[in-house]
């Protein structure tokens, strides 16, 4: 019986928890564990909620979620006894014999057959029962459900065969018979019948099974049919990755039959290693739009119980009209569906397709395809699409590497050497603008804070909006198109080797772009462990805001080997990230080794708009960002330069100052709070050939990075004999001080690798500690980062100057 039937005053023992994964866990939480009693407090009929007695605390549960607790009637006699008994048994969901006299008839197992037409149910059906259903070879034969039942190892299986589904939408009246099935009996183990010779297209429904998360096992069927194909599919390590035990069969022999309900036993037991939960993932935009729902459908606590939120969610942006009318008796049912209507909006705005339902089929076809992909050898391709021809290229063993080499350097050189002409004309004009100011204002603080703070700050740092430009656009073009997953894939094994996953090279190379978003992506990673390395190794991978810097001192330094100079510092910046991966893998965090699908989508050539898209709102972003933080960092490094105010201008004094006149020592009559502070750090930075410009621009760099620029760009100006108006043209200017350049080759190099490696910028340590929920990684960002970046700068320098 359910616990919903039980009478007030009626004392029971919960025989098992019904619904979806989710559910069943927060109500074990609750208490809900087999062969625990429950005494019914108050229940008169058809009042919601009802009260019970559970551990001696009272907890209120829903009539859907009574419905779904199944319950055995204790005799008053027998309740002190159980009580003894039961209260040993904590979180276990293992049987419990609830008294001696062969109560077998409590341990029933409910299992539904699920798969597509003509994958062998019914001979499973058969085989298992012993019934003498009618078998054929045509779909559609099956037009309900048929049920057996059989005893196995000391169970009672109740065995259903339903019609045969390829997905669980409902447009066809057996996908509705089987949903309202899964709804109304809830079965407590899901055998998923697979035509192991069409293994892509069951396992669409697969997919939907696990959004449902429900207790599973896979009969791989047709299993004769698969090896006399020559085809191999390792369905152990499949069956790990979608956390669904797989199981081979041949239906038609019986052979598999027994290990196949053993493994049913271990499921409803919750002994099965291989069980676990994972997300189909749909993609960032499509994953935003079911959080979005899911929360709100989890918000409700109504509607969650039969199906999983996320299924809930997922089917919703799919315009399933049965899971709209499942929502509609919820109280808030109007705002889930005006959410759902503006998230289906969203998406066919960024996608340029307002289908949303093949959107999602295709991730799930993607997802497939990887897993796939990882597992199964075929002897010969039956079906040549476009995708495969471009896949047997891209992800080919002789050519992927080499291929993708290349795609990257191709991406290094279009920013640097295409995005420098626009950077030309951007760079004019703000000259032109900064002699505007300086001709036409009065001499005085007000002049030079905008000329030389603003004007020279920002506008050191905004001539590089077209180089960052091009980088998002190649980088949103990688991964719209679809070869970002397929170099993840290709990187899989070599990620292993530092004890990452292939999915973590997709936030890696989004790292390029800005670390934030990228260690927010690294969330689709299931593995904590790979997460956290992921996340604490991303900020080594160069994002677009360093690259302002690596323009401006190649540009000036290394004109003729730029773009080689350029892909050698990203890749310093790697091989740290990699050496770091290694050590963390090795010291701290344990290897961990559950494999899992990597999605491959089918390509899809980007439509110019949506590339566009993403690359301004890239743009938007960063030229926010120059309004805001770089405006005000580069306000605070001018004043900082300008104060305390001297009797004679810093420039006149610094011409004053001879030849041979020393250029690190604090003079506290003529240097500005800058000057002191950056001579005071600088004996640390000096081995590693900084001047102390530098050390203030790394400093002041903290906040953003872009500030590194801008304040270089503050602090080499001014000096009117130059003509030249460009940053780079004032950097090689001799030093009045000095009678030499600040800047070498080898101080520029040793500059790039410090600031390339050292403690990330502050967004970053505030995503880290918040991703991570622990602030102690943020701390191990700042030292362990500022620390390699000295080391390495060290090495760096000391090697280029004996050259
Ligand atoms: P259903 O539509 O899923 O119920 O599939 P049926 O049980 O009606 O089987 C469809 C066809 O596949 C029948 O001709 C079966 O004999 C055949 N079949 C079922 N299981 C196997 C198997 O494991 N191997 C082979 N070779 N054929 C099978
Ligand atoms: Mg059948």
């Not at 960032?284 to 709100?296: C, I, R, Y």
């Not at 603008?433 to 000329?451: E, F, N, Q, S």
């Not at 990228?518 to 991978?541: G, H, W, Y």
């Amino acid at each position: 019986m359910r616990l919903s039937d039980a009478k007030t005053g009626e004392k029971v023992a919960v025989v098992k928890i019904l619904g979806h994964g989710a559910f069943r866990k927060r109500m074990m939480e609750m208490g809900f564990v087999r062969g625990r009693e429950i005494t019914v407090l108050l229940h008169a009929p058809l009042m919601d909620p009802i009260k019970y007695s559970i551990m001696d605390y009272e907890v209120s549960l829903r009539r859907s979620e009574a419905e779904l607790v199944e319950v055995k009637p204790l005799p008053v006699d027998e309740c002190d006894r159980t009580r003894k008994h039961t209260d040993t048994v904590d979180c276990d969901d293992r049987p419990l014999e609830l008294s001696n006299n062969a109560d077998h008839e409590k341990n029933v197992i409910n299992v539904a057959l699920i798969g597509n037409p003509n994958c062998g149910k019914t001979s499973l059906f058969n085989i298992a029962s012993g019934a003498r259903e009618h078998v054929g070879n045509y779909s559609g034969v099956t037009v309900d459900a048929k049920s057996g039942h059989f005893r196995f190892k000391g169970y009672r299986i109740n065995l259903v065969d339903l019609p045969g589904t390829y997905s669980l939408a409902s447009y066809s009246p057996e996908e509705l018979y089987v949903r309202r099935y899964l709804k109304d009996e809830t079965p407590d183990v899901i055998v998923n019948v697979l035509d192991g010779s069409n293994l892509e297209r069951n396992l669409y429904l697969t997919t939907e099974l696990i959004d449902m998360d429900r207790s599973m096992v896979i009969a791989l069927n047709m299993y004769d049919e698969l090896k006399e194909k020559g085809i191999t599919l390792e369905f152990d390590t499949l069956g790990k990755m979608i956390g669904v035990p797989i199981v081979p069969t041949t239906a038609r022999t019986g052979e598999g039959i027994d290990t196949l309900f053993d493994t049913v036993i271990k499921v409803y037991e919750g002994t099965c290693e291989d069980v676990r939960h994972i997300h189909v993932h749909l993609g960032q935009e499509l994953e935003k739009s079911v959080t979005a729902l899911k929360d709100q459908i989890k918000a409700d606590g109504y509607i969650g119980r039969h199906f999983s939120p996320r299924y809930l969610a997922i089917k919703l942006l799919e315009g399933d009209k049965e899971v709209e009318h499942l929502i509609a008796e919820s109280p808030e049912a109007s705002g889930i569906i005006a959410l759902r209507d503006a998230e289906v909006r969203r998406l066919a705005e960024v996608n340029g397709n307002d289908d949303i339902a093949a959107l999602i089929a295709g991730e799930k076809y993607g997802f497939i395809a990887g897993a796939l992909a990882e597992t199964l050898e075929k002897v010969e391709q039956e079906k040549v699409t476009s995708t495969h021809v471009i896949d047997a290229i891209v992800t080919n063993k002789l050519f992927g590497f080499p291929l993708f080499f290349l795609i990257m350097f191709v991406i290094f050189w279009a920013t640097f050497s295409l995005g420098s002409y626009p950077m030309e004309w951007i760079e004019a004009g703000v000259e032109w603008i900064g002699d505007l100011v300086r001709g036409a204002m009065p001499d005085g603080m007000l002049k030079d804070l905008i000329a030389d703070g603003i004007i020279g700050g920002v506008g050191g740092v905004i001539v590089f909006l077209p180089n960052i430009l091009i980088l998002y656009a190649c980088i949103s073009f990688m991964e719209d198109s679809g070869y970002m997953a397929r170099a993840a894939f290709i990187m899989d094994k070599l990620m292993h080797r530092i004890g990452l996953h292939g999915k973590s090279f997709i936030p890696l190379i989004m790292g390029f772009g800005c670390t934030v978003p990228s260690i927010m992506a690294s969330r689709s990673i299931e593995s904590s462990s790979s997460r956290f390395i992921t996340i604490l190794i991303n900020p080594f991978i160069s994002c677009s805001a360093r690259l302002p810097l690596y323009v401006l001192l190649i540009g000036t330094f290394f004109p003729s080997h730029a773009a080689l100079v350029f892909t050698g510092v990203y890749l310093v910046g790697i091989l740290v990230a990699i050496f770091t991966a290694r050590l963390l893998r090795r010291f701290y965090f344990k290897t961990d080794v559950t494999p899992f699908v990597m999605e491959l989508p089918p390509y899809r050539v980007p439509t110019l708009k949506t590339t566009m898209r993403h690359m301004w709102a890239k743009g938007e972003q960063y030229l926010r960002k120059m309004g805001g933080i770089i405006l005000v960092g580069s306000i605070i490094v001018w004043a900082l330069n300008y104060f305390p105010l001297h009797d004679d201008a810093p420039e006149a004094s610094s011409a004053e100052m001879t030849a041979t006149a020393d250029d690190s020592s604090i003079d506290l009559d003529h240097d500005s709070y800058l000057e002191m502070l950056g001579k005071a750090v600088n004996p640390v930075m000096e081995p590693i050939g900084f001047h102390w410009k530098g050390t203030v621009a790394a400093i002041a760099g903290v906040p953003a990075k872009e500030i590194v620029v801008s304040t270089l760009g503050v602090l080499y100006t001014g000096q009117e004999e130059i003509d030249d108006y460009s940053l780079g043209a004032r950097l090689t200017a001799p030093n009045p001080a000095t009678g030499r350049p600040d800047f070498t080759a080898a101080a520029a190099l040793s500059f790039m690798i410090f600031i390339l490696l050292y403690c990330p910028c502050i967004a970053t340590v505030t995503a880290i500690v918040k991703e991570t929920g622990n602030i102690g990684y943020g701390v191990f960002s700042v030292v362990y980062n500022t620390v390699i970046a000295w080391i390495i700068s060290f090495i760096v320098y000391q090697l280029a100057i004996l050259f």
